[in-house]
Structure formats: structure tokens, C-alpha cells
């Protein structure tokens, strides 16, 4: 039985208005099988998926499921086979109870109302996450609302379970506990479909993988016979570096300063900042770890003068800056890369030309409050070069280049500045491999030439990778910082986790 | 079936094709129009569009018409490029109006020649006031610029009327709800002799000059478009919000009450309860169809003066109502809103999608 075939997809194509998504994919999963799905961002993974899920309709190819050809009109065609997903972003509601979603979710599919409290329970248990059924969505950790969607799928008859990038949100810890609850579904007879680019979490949990790259399928491999660079070689194609080498630095002086940061939150969905401190050395690239939500985007916002706050806790080489505008800032040396590439690092329908300007003012494109074109033009020329920004020229809508050379477009925009101090949200979030490497190289250079960088990023193994100091932040509290060597991954997941007892002098020992 | 699907990227072609779309559309409609109230299509639309601007006089009167519309529309446009929704032109024409008035009615006997600039300026800080009002309520009371724009037309109007009956009433009018007649050194000089256009072209002219400069040459006119496209990148980037929606607002009032002077001051002579026939409010429609871009907003400025001559001629010659006006503007507004869907979308004529995968 062990062998059969859960799920066939055979020749899947799938168009949109400019490109391929998907190219003849096809994709097989066994009985109790636990299968990675794995492509850089842009693969045609989510596109796969929401075809597997019945959301969208491929035009061309095969769905065989447990033996027979089927057609999926919607999503409740696939739960009704017995296929559950996970997405990426969760589809809660924030002021209901979790047993008001999942019966909300699942329609007449959640059979007898009075029975679903001890059926949430019973199961919750079952599979050890244990959820209650009348606490609201909004007072549960991400982990946990995870769970919530989990749950959801399995009060179905379950036979397939489809997780989109599960760990993302998650801390270390809660990523073993999670592997713990797939083992055991599997052990079960419910085949896993996990989705991720995180590679030694694949090698670790799962049997087979298929990898995308382009929309086609580029390989198909036992995770547990290769290594991470092997399958990474797969994802990206030959052509591509994909390792670095990554020094430690001690920095100089203190440039950045945050002295007794707190801050009061406007409405229920922001994070109070409480007693932040900590500083960033120039030469030297400091990480905050966390899991979204817990103040990043408020710390952010309140580095960059977007939401000013407070006096006298924001120091830059000494001199207060709470008062002073995002602009001003900038004139001191700031340089900033926000999480949004698209809306908010760069303006979407105007071209790289213009996005140039939009933060390169002070680098010498303006006579008397006019716009000297052929400056901008020469500047945003030197920036598509030097950083290796695919796009035809520099009359580009910014919205028309790739994750990845938006990426790199705005870093190096930034970094042409000639910063005093970097401060880059989730810099490599969604970009390709190659961009990567290139991207890590450009802030070590920066490093090397005294900038202070500061990374936030959700990315463990990009933190511990860049970062010369590491630190976390849960709930808005910042955890001590230690140098990145002397910081246990385990000892960084508690921190993540809000518990910054555990002495940081023993560790740093 | 007909569906529409979005494009990967915006079409130049129809950001451009659109407005043309449009016009072609408005004519075929109205020829329908005229044909349902029992006129000879082509030849109304003849007396509509082509008699009004057959000579010289009707070519001076066109471009009459257009100078207060065209100075409105330029600041709109400003507006519009800062996604500030402003629909207030026509109350801070209105204002630019009453101001002007106030200080002609001091010049009434005096040839001084700071009569007809201060005059003017006058009209330009009466619709600098009147915006100035809506961008305090905009940044210090968050309130929506939108309705408070109309909201603070009426209020104009009634501001006007009240002029008109009572402090700037003409003693030895008659108790008629007008102001004295201005005096010539008040008036704006006539540029051509025998007709009515005046100095107010050379206003507009300048404004098509200066705008188009700023919006496309200056830094702070970059910074404007940035915000009215993308806020949380000009809030990035650290661009000044209050500033911005200050001068944009600052300069549309500015350049809709000196219209407002210019009619004051220009053909009418005098104030009168029916400064503007909604001047303000069809300059809304001019920027759009102009793309918001200067150039744009004066060929479509000079349709619009075109569509209010033509209104007149079809009273007077088709004995037609002159709600016939609203309605081209009205059918040109509509049109142009649905051609644009066509600029992020394309048509498909979609067969089942299915059909293929059964194959």
C-alpha cells in the first residue's frame, strides 16, 4: 500500500499574462509520504499549489488523485478529497474565537456545531499542539494560530496536507515541535506536501523532493542522500555562486546608540517598544532575530524618524536625533532598505531613474532645487552596473524588475550614498540565491569600509551567516547582544522566545 | 465572454488613446442625442462644435471661455499628481472673485495703475485663503479634502451672494445684487481691439509654463508626484507631507482665484451673483482628460470652453436647453473613466479555460 501513488499532477502548465508559471510540471506523492516542494521565489511553487488547492485552474494537464482523474472547481472540492493547506499568511480572524474560525472556514464541512469545541481539543491534543477552543484569535502567539490552521485541516478526513513555508514564523523550538506533529500525521498515513527554501529544515523532515526552478521542474531527489549545497545547486542552476565567505569584524566606536527606547503603542495591532538598548559599532553588522510582529516594523519606524518618538534615545555618533525628520537623518548618514521593496523602498510605476532620486537627492542631482537629469541618469547607470541589476535601462518601472533586482537596485542606491549607517529590514527576504551572495557581499564591503550596519531579519541562517553581533527582540524587548560565534542557535530561540533570562555572560563564556 | 484581465504592465498607448477614445465617443453619442430630439444629426453637431469658432471673434471667445478654466485646471492638476482630491476650484474661484471685488470697488474713480495688479493679487489670496482653510482641516484635523472642498464651495457661493445683496451692493444700482461697475484702470486690457480677450491669456500661458516646469523639472514637484503615488515611499524617503499638500493646495487656490479675479475683472466688469458657470467643476473634468499634464489639460481645456459655446449655440439655434452642456461634460467624464479601464486592462474574449486541460 506503502507504494501507491496520493497524488499524481501531470504536465501542469499554467500562463499568465507575461509569464510561464508553471512548464509541463509534474509532481507525485506516495501514501504517508512526506515530500518537499522546493524552488527559489518566483519557481512556481504558490502557482502549483493553489492549482493543487483548486483555487486556480491550470490550462493544461492531469490531476490523479488515489488513482482517478479529477477536476477541482474550488477549494472546497479539495477539502472534500481530503486535501488541507497551510498557507504562508494566515486567514484568521482576529476577534473570533479559533472555534468560531474553523467553523467559520470550513462551512458545512465542519459537521455538528455543539460536538466541534471537543473535537478541536481532542485533536489539538492528539497531534500535541493543544489548542482552547474559546480563547481569540488576537491573545494567540503566531505558533500558535499556526496551530489554529493546522487543526483546521485535520478535522477533515485528512489525506494530504499541504504547508506553504510553515517555519517562516516560526522560532527554533517550535519548528522541532512542529517537524514532531508531520512525523506523526505521517506515521498515520497522511502524505505531508512542505513547501520552504530552507534547506537543512528539508533534509531534515523530508523523504523526497521535487525542485522548480523557472517553472519547470529541475530535479527530483531523496533530501537525506544529498547536502544543502547540492540541492541548492539544483534550485539555482549551475551558473550561480552560491557560497561566501563570511568574516567576523570588531567595529569601532559606538555610531548608532539606543538608550532606554519606549515606546506606547497607537492602536492594537502595534508593538510598544519597551526599554530598548543597544548600539551598532562603526564596522560592524549587527542582527536583531524575531519573529515578524513582535516590534521590528515600530523599531524600524522609530531608527528611521518615520514615527518619531520620546527624546534623547536615538543617538548617532553622539548627538540625539528623536527630533529630527527621516530626512535629517539622512543628512547625518543614515541610509535605510525597507521590507517593501515595491511601496515603499521604491515607487512602483516610475522608473529606476526617478527611484534613484527618490533617496540620492543629496548626491549632487539638484541645482537650486531642480533636477539636473543628467546626473540621475549617469548615477542610477552606475548603480544597474555596479550592482548587477538585470533591466533593459534605466527608464525601467522599478515594478517591472525581479524581487531580486529590486533588491539589489535599492541597496545599492543606498549604499552609493556612502552611508555612516545602514539599517536594512529582511534585506534578502524573497530574492534568489545569486542575488543573495551579491547582495551580503555589497554589506561586507560597506563594513569593511567603517559603515554601521544593522540587519532585521526573520532569517536565522542570514543572521548567523552577515552578522559580527546577534541579538533578538520578542514582544518589544530587546534581548542582550553577544557576538554572533559565541551564540548558540538554541540560546537565540529562547530569546525569540521572550525568555532572555538565561544568562547572556555564560553563554558569551 | 468578454472578460478583462489585467495587463503585466501599464499601456502607454491607451494612457494616451484614451482620452481621444473618449472625445470620438462623446460625438457619436451626441449625434445619437441630437438625432432622438428630432434634429439632423450632422448638422448639430456642426452648429455644436464647428459654427461657434467659424471667425476670428468666435476663435477669442473660445479662449475667453478657456483662460478660467484652464487656470483652475493646471493647480487641479498639481493637486491630483499629490493624490489631493480637490474639488474645491470653483469656491476658491468664487473667492478669487469676491476678493478681486472688494479691492476694485476701490478703485471705481481712480486711474491709479496698482489698481488692476492689486486687484489681481487680491484674487489670488482670496483662493489662497479658501484652500489654505481645506489644507488645515486636511493636516491638522485629518479631515477628508474631498468634502470638505464641496463643502466649502457652497459656503463661497453663499459668500458671493451675500456680497452681491448686501456690503458690496452698488449704492446707485438700483437694488439690483450687483457691484459698481469697475474702472477702466481696474479692468484687464484687451489684447486684441473689438474683441473680448484679455490679459487673463497671458496668466494662463505663464501657468502652463510654470506648472509644467515644476512638475517636471523641480524637486518639489518630483516629491509631489512620489507622494501621489506611493506614500509610504515619500514617508521613506523622508519627504515633507505637510509642505507638500500645503503648496499644491496653495498653488491651485492661488491660480483659481486669480481666474476668478481674471472673470471679475475681465468680460463680466463687475460682481454679479453668476461669476462662474461652474468653471471650477468642469476643470476637474479637463484635468483628468489632460492626463494631468499641462499641455494635455490646455487642448482639453479649449474642448471644454468649446462644449460650453456650443451649449449657448444650440439654445440659440436648435433651441435646445442649456442642460445640453452638463450632459456632453457629463458624457465626456464617463467615457473617459471607462476608456481608462483600458489602461490597466485588456479585453479577452475568453473561451472556457477548462477546455484546454480536457484536451
Known amino acids: 500500500m506503502d507504494n501507491t501513488k496520493r497524488l499524481e499532477m501531470i504536465g501542469i502548465t499554467k500562463t499568465y499574462p507575461g509569464t510561464v508559471a508553471n512548464d509541463q510540471v509534474a509532481l ?44 477541482l472547481a474550488n477549494p472546497a472540492d479539495a477539502r472534500a478529497l481530503g486535501i488541507g493547506m497551510v498557507f504562508q499568511h ?54 500558535e494560530k499556526q496551530r489554529v490552521e493546522i487543526v483546521r485541516c485535520l478535522l477533515l478526513d485528512i489525506q494530504l496536507l499541504i504547508l506553504d513555508e510553515p517555519t517562516s514564523v516560526l522560532t527554533p523550538q517550535e519548528v522541532e515541535r512542529l517537524f514532531e506533529t508531520l512525523r506523526l500525521l505521517s506515521k498515520e498515513g497522511c502524505s505531508i506536501l512542505f513547501i520552504s527554501h530552507k534547506l537543512h529544515e528539508v533534509t531534515a523532515l523530508c523523504e523526497s523532493a521535487t525542485i522548480l526552478r523557472h517553472g519547470k521542474v529541475s530535479g527530483n531527489c531523496e533530501p537525506k542522500q544529498e547536502t544543502p549545497a547540492s540541492i541548492a545547486r539544483m534550485m539555482v542552476g549551475e551558473d550561480t555562486p552560491i557560497t561566501h565567505n563570511a568574516k567576523r569584524a570588531i567595529g569601532g566606536a559606538d555610531f548608532l546608540q539606543v538608550r532606554q527606547l519606549s515606546t506606547t503603542a497607537a492602536d492594537t495591532f502595534e508593538i510598544a517598544l519597551k526599554n530598548v538598548n543597544f548600539s551598532v559599532k562603526q564596522g560592524e553588522i549587527v542582527g536583531i532575530a524575531g519573529v515578524a510582529g513582535n516590534g521590528q516594523e515600530e523599531l524600524l519606524k522609530a531608527l528611521s524618524g518615520e514615527q518619531p518618538y520620546g527624546s534623547e534615545s536615538i543617538w548617532f555618533a553622539g548627538t540625539a536625533v528623536d527630533a529630527l525628520s527621516p530626512m535629517q537623518r539622512r543628512r547625518l548618514g543614515m541610509a535605510f532598505v525597507p521590507e517593501d521593496r515595491l511601496g ?78 545602514l539599517i536594512m529590514a529582511h534585506p534578502t527576504w524573497g530574492v534568489d540565491i545569486g542575488a543573495q551572495v551579491a547582495i551580503h557581499n555589497t554589506i561586507f564591503a560597506l563594513r569593511e569600509q567603517g559603515c554601521a550596519v544593522l540587519v532585521i531579519s526573520e532569517d536565522l541562517d542570514e543572521l548567523y551567516n552577515i552578522c559580527d553581533r546577534l541579538g533578538a527582540i520578542c514582544d518589544g524587548q530587546v534581548s542582550p547582544f553577544v557576538a554572533t560565534d559565541d551564540l548558540p542557535l538554541a540560546q537565540l530561540g529562547q530569546w525569540m522566545a521572550g525568555d532572555f533570562a538565561a544568562d547572556a555572560q555564560e553563554v558569551a563564556a | ?57 468666435g476663435i477669442t471667445e473660445l479662449f475667453v471661455k478657456a483662460v478660467p478654466i484652464l487656470l483652475c485646471a493646471y493647480g487641479l492638476a498639481l493637486c491630483y499628481r499629490a493624490a489631493v482630491w480637490n474639488i474645491g476650484a470653483e469656491g476658491q474661484l468664487l473667492m478669487g472673485g469676491i476678493f478681486a471685488s472688494v479691492i476694485a470697488v476701490q478703485f471705481v474713480d481712480s486711474d491709479a495703475w496698482l489698481a488692476m495688479p492689486i486687484t489681481m493679487l487680491a484674487g489670488v489670496a482670496g483662493g489662497m485663503v479658501w484652500a489654505g482653510i481645506v489644507a488645515f482641516l486636511k493636516l491638522k484635523m485629518n479631515t477628508n479634502e474631498t468634502l470638505s472642498t464641496i463643502m466649502m464651495n457652497y459656503i463661497a457661493l453663499n459668500l458671493l451672494l451675500y456680497s452681491v445683496h448686501g456690503p458690496l451692493k452698488d449704492p446707485h444700482g438700483f437694488n439690483f445684487p450687483e457691484s459698481a461697475l469697475f474702472g477702466d484702470s481696474t479692468l484687464l486690457p484687451i489684447l486684441f481691439e473689438g474683441t473680448r480677450l484679455h490679459l487673463g491669456l497671458a496668466f494662463s500661458l505663464l501657468a502652463l509654463a510654470a506648472t509644467w516646469v515644476f512638475i517636471s523639472r523641480s524637486f518639489i514637484g518630483f516629491q509631489i508626484q512620489v507622494m501621489g503615488q506611493d506614500q509610504a515611499a515619500a514617508k521613506m524617503a523622508g519627504f515633507n507631507k505637510t509642505k507638500l499638500v500645503l503648496t499644491v493646495l496653495l498653488i491651485c487656490g492661488g491660480l483659481a482665484g486669480l481666474a476668478g479675479a481674471g472673470e471679475v475683472a475681465g468680460p463680466i466688469g463687475q460682481l454679479v451673483p453668476h461669476i462662474s458657470p461652474g468653471y471650477g467643476y468642469s476643470a476637474i473634468i479637463v484635468a483628468f482628460l489632460g492626463r494631468l499634464h499641462p499641455v494635455g489639460i490646455t487642448l482639453a481645456g479649449l474642448l471644454m470652453a468649446l462644449i460650453y459655446m456650443g451649449g449657448e449655440m444650440s439654445q440659440i439655434f436648435l433651441g435646445l436647453p442649456n442642460a445640453i452642456t452638463g450632459v456632453f461634460q457629463g ?23 477548462m477546455k484546454a486541460g480536457a484536451a
Open chain 1, 28 to 71: 507525485s506523492i506516495r501514501h504517508s509520504e512526506i515530500h518537499a516542494l522546493l524552488g527559489e521565489n518566483g519557481a512556481g511553487k504558490s502557482t502549483l499549489m493553489k492549482i493543487l488547492y483548486g483555487v486556480t485552474k491550470p490550462d493544461t494537464g492531469t490531476i490523479i488523485w488515489n488513482g482517478k482523474e479529477i477536476r
Open chain 1, 90 to 143: 494566515f486567514s484568521l480572524f482576529e476577534t473570533l474565537t479559533v472555534r468560531e474560525n474553523i467553523e467559520l472556514a470550513l462551512g458545512n464541512q465542519a459537521g455538528n456545531s455543539a460536538t466541534l469545541a471537543t473535537r478541536i481539543r481532542e485533536t489539538s491534543e492528539k497531534y500535541g499542539m493543544p489548542l482552547d477552543p474559546d480563547r481569540r484569535i488576537a491573545s494567540l502567539s503566531t505558533g
Open chain 1, 344 to 421: 515603499r523602498g521604491a515607487v512602483p510605476e516610475m522608473s529606476l531613474a526617478e527611484n534613484t532620486l527618490l533617496t540620492s537627492f543629496d548626491s549632487g542631482l539638484l541645482k537650486k532645487g531642480f533636477i539636473h537629469f543628467p546626473s540621475v541618469t549617469k548615477l542610477a547607470k552606475r548603480i544597474i552596473q555596479t550592482y548587477k541589476v538585470k533591466t533593459p535601462n534605466e527608464l525601467a518601472a522599478a515594478s517591472s524588475l525581479s524581487g531580486g533586482n529590486l533588491q539589489k537596485f535599492i541597496i545599492g542606491r543606498e549604499v552609493e550614498q556612502a552611508p555612516k549607517l
Open chain 2, 1 to 57: 465572454m468578454i472578460r478583462l484581465e489585467p495587463r503585466p504592465a501599464i499601456s502607454g498607448f491607451w494612457t494616451y488613446a484614451s482620452p481621444v477614445t473618449a472625445v470620438l465617443l462623446t460625438l457619436i453619442t451626441g449625434a445619437f442625442l441630437f438625432a432622438a430630439l428630432g434634429q439632423a444629426p450632422l448638422e448639430a453637431l456642426h452648429i455644436y462644435f464647428i459654427s461657434p469658432i467659424a471667425d476670428w471673434y
Open chain 2, 331 to 353: 458624457l465626456i467624464l464617463f467615457f473617459l473613466l471607462s476608456s481608462d479601464v483600458l489602461i490597466r486592462y485588456r479585453i479577452r474574449w475568453a473561451s472556457n479555460p
